[in-house]
């Protein structure tokens, strides 16, 4: 547990947030199948990346991880075995709370040739697994949900001969567009994936990078399209991992809502399929400046970041929904805690994908806003806020699930008292130093 008080000054300096997880979980993956070394600097030394890590060892991966001795970036080294060099690893893989891990690694063992048990912690043997069951057994593949309710543990039996498909995903997820496109790498034929609209694209931009020839097609209706054609080997590159923007959301967030307040967030991630939130929150009034622009495999920029009032329309309102959805769904939280305090009503739709997170993050992020005051009310896909209600302090209840204690955390700058986060060692997951940055910026 965690004590924040309101912040009595404004929040001011500079900082860099750890490695973007998303890219950093596909390093690793995508450089065991590889052939020769890739080199990665900027890894995020979160739970999550650290169960990919273990995972890949266990299948026979050589893997170093170290620290650069003048700025203690993390840098790990994978020596790639290429597509078929994984081995049989000795019991199951555990994949820890990392829904990343657990989802795209079911692809890559789905052509094994040895079968294997993947399963995770109790948060991920209640998220559904089927969105990739069904398309791996659609491409011959083996993969059954051992308690048979379509959650982990999974079994994956294999010496299965994969084959291409065309996949309509009925929702935009990058765990479910990657997870058939691995597979894909083995397959006989072209792998299309359609979603509704386009999810993070990581995996694409990767894995042409790596060499091979996959590419995204925007259909005529707005749909999006991702087209592997296998065949080319991977070959083993050097990375580097710019800062996570989920990680810097909470920052951002927090320098709009505090009086006065002026940092700048270092080397962001700006991929435009993850930047929603800076676009949302820009609509609504926030001072936020672009520098530094490098638009190299990811793009990424310096955030400069000073306190606004957030607003919404000249009606007093702001609705998010659509295609802007899936660019900010792990910022939601942090998003509503900002809509809490904006001088307008908030709608949040389209958004159901927050019941299957690490916990069901609409009741967490309703009924810790209401515990602190906020006018909230939960819809069967997001939220109706009603913002402009003092925060007061309360007891936060986090489910485990780090994106609420962090975000919480930033609510807790706000609000009267001094607020307790119950759960704060979560934040492990994906920002170890989180409240060691959060207190650079208070002074």
């Known amino acids: 547990m965690i004590s924040i008080a309101k912040s009595s000054k404004p929040l001011s300096g500079n900082i860099f947030v750890p490695g973007d997880k998303s890219i950093s979980h596909r390093s690793v993956m995508f450089g ?262 490098d638009e190299s495999m990811e793009p990424h920029a310096d955030l400069h970041v000073r306190y606004s009032r957030l607003h919404g329309n000249a009606n007093g309102r702001f609705e998010l929904s659509g295609k802007i959805i899936p660019t900010m769904i792990d910022e939601l939280p942090i998003f509503a805690v900002a809509a809490a305090t904006a001088d307008c009503t908030t709608v949040i739709k389209d958004a159901a994908e927050l019941k299957v997170k690490e916990s069901n993050r609409i009741d967490a992020i309703v009924n810790n806003l209401k515990a602190m005051g906020a006018d909230i009310e939960a819809t069967d896909d997001g939220m109706i806020i009603n913002g402009g209600s003092p925060l007061h302090a309360a007891d936060i209840e986090c489910f485990a699930d780090h994106r609420i204690a962090m975000s919480f955390a930033i609510a807790a700058l706000v609000a009267e008292g001094d607020t307790r986060i119950l759960d704060d060692k979560c934040v492990g997951i994906s920002y170890p130093t989180f409240f060691k940055d959060l207190n650079t910026l208070i002074g």
């Open 32 to 293: 065991a199948l590889a052939d020769g070394t890739t080199e990665i600097t900027g890894f995020l030394d979160g739970a999550d990346c650290l169960s990919t890590i273990e995972c890949f060892r266990k299948l026979g991966i050589q893997i170093e991880h170290s620290q650069r001795p003048m700025h203690g970036v993390p840098t790990i080294t994978v020596h790639g075995k290429g597509l078929y060099g994984l081995s049989a690893p000795e019991g199951g893989l555990y994949t820890g709370n990392s829904g990343t891990t657990t989802r795209l690694l079911a692809g890559i063992l789905a052509a094994q040739p040895f079968d294997t048990i993947l399963t995770g912690d109790a948060s991920i043997e209640k998220r559904p697994m089927n969105r990739i069951i069904k398309p791996l057994t659609q491409m011959g593949a083996d993969v059954s949900s051992i308690k048979g309710n379509d959650c982990a543990p999974l079994m994956i039996r294999g010496g299965k001969r994969l084959h291409g498909i065309t996949y309509h995903s009925p929702v935009a997820s990058a765990q479910v567009k990657s997870c058939i496109l691995l597979a894909g790498l083995y397959s006989d034929s072209d792998t299309v994936v359609y979603e509704p609209a386009l999810s993070r694209n990581h995996t694409e931009i990767m894995l042409r990078a790596y060499g091979v020839d996959v590419h995204n097609e925007i259909e005529f209706q707005g749909s999006s399209a991702a087209i592997l054609h296998p065949g080319t080997p991977l070959r083993g590159i050097k990375i580097n991992v710019p800062g996570d923007i989920s990680s810097a959301a909470y920052f951002v967030v927090a320098a709009l809502l505090v009086p006065g307040s002026d940092i700048i967030i270092h080397n962001v991630g700006i991929n435009k399929t993850r930047a929603g939130i800076l676009s949302a929150l820009t609509q609504m009034g926030a001072d936020i400046e672009l520098e530094n622009v």
